[in-house]
């Protein structure tokens, strides 16, 4: 089970910290992704993290604004979101799967999702 939470209201420039916490499999087992789906909008693939390996990777739509990282020990990933832009406006998810790393945004390659967290940034 994934469960993912951290979201909330923020004003533009602001930062939100987002949690996904595995249970009942190992982190180090899988790669976790993060996704983002705003109304009207497709889902989005916006960061992935693996810690066998250390990957991490973004869509050019968060880089250089948002961080990926996580604890073994928690069994948790988190997602730093600084700059906050309304755009990042959306319902987030986390996912565990083994993408492939050509693959990492596409949802289709998860098993299993949390429940999304709402993140609302104000202008």
């Known amino acids: 089970q994934l469960q993912a939470c951290g979201g909330g209201l923020v004003q533009a420039g602001g930062s939100l910290r987002l949690s996904c916490a595995l249970s009942?499999?190992?982190?180090?087992?899988?790669?976790i992704g993060w996704f983002r789906q705003a109304p009207g909008k497709e889902r989005e693939g916006i960061s992935y993290f693996r810690s066998s390996g250390g990957s991490t990777y973004y869509a050019d739509s968060v880089k250089g604004r948002f961080t990926i990282s996580g604890d073994n020990a928690k069994n948790t990933v988190y997602l730093q979101m600084n700059s906050l832009k309304p755009e990042d406006t959306a319902i987030y998810y986390c996912?565990?799967?083994?993408?492939?790393?050509?693959?990492?945004?596409?949802?289709?390659?998860?098993?299993?999702w949390g429940q999304g967290t709402e993140v609302t940034v104000s202008s």
């Open positions: 996912a565990v799967g083994r993408p492939v790393a050509s693959t990492w945004f596409r949802s289709a390659m998860y098993y299993y």
């Open positions: 009942g499999s190992r982190l180090v087992d899988y790669g």
